[in-house]
Nanobody
Framework: QVQLVESGGGLVQAGGSLRLSCAAS????????MGWFRQAPGKEREFVTA????????YYLDSVKGRFTISRDNAENMVFLQMNSLNPEDTAVYYC????????????????????WGQGTQVTVSS
C-alpha cells in the first residue's frame, strides 16, 4: 500500500515556475514507478511525465518536454515535478501516482496501470 500527498501547487503568471512535491508513505516506495498526470476543467486526465523506480528512465508529454523535469528521492520517499516556462494551457489539477505494473513507456503513459493516486494539487497559470 502506498499513500501519496501532493503539494506545491498555486497561482503563477505565465512564464513562471512551480515545483510540485509528492510525499509517499510505505516501505516499498522505491520499487514503484511514479507518474504525474493532470486534468483541466472539462478535459480528460492526461499523462504529463513518469520516472522509473530507479530514476533511470523518464518520459514526458511532448508539450512539456524541455520545460518540466521529474525527479525522485527514494531515500526520502519523494517525487518532484519542476515546472518552468508555465503557460495558461498548463492550468490543471496535478496528480501524483504510483505504478508497480508499468515496465514499458506505453504503460507508464497509461493511467490504467497506476494503482495509487494522490488527492491532487491545483496549478493555475494566469496570462
Amino acid at each position: 500500500q502506498v499513500q501519496l500527498v501532493e503539494s506545491g501547487g498555486g497561482l503563477v503568471q505565465a512564464g513562471g515556475s512551480l515545483r510540485l512535491s509528492c510525499a509517499a508513505s510505505g516501505r516499498t516506495f522505491s520499487t514503484y514507478g511514479m507518474g504525474w498526470f493532470r486534468q483541466a476543467p472539462g478535459k480528460e486526465r492526461e499523462f504529463v511525465t513518469a520516472i522509473s523506480w530507479n530514476g533511470r528512465d523518464t518520459y514526458y508529454l511532448d508539450s512539456v518536454k524541455g520545460r518540466f523535469t521529474i525527479s525522485r528521492d527514494n531515500a526520502e520517499n519523494m517525487v518532484f515535478l519542476q515546472m518552468n516556462s508555465l503557460n495558461p494551457e498548463d492550468t490543471a489539477v496535478y496528480y501524483c501516482a504510483a505504478t508497480g505494473l508499468a515496465y514499458t513507456e506505453s504503460k507508464y503513459r497509461d493511467d490504467r496501470f497506476y494503482a495509487y493516486w494522490g488527492q491532487g494539487t491545483q496549478v493555475t497559470v494566469s496570462s
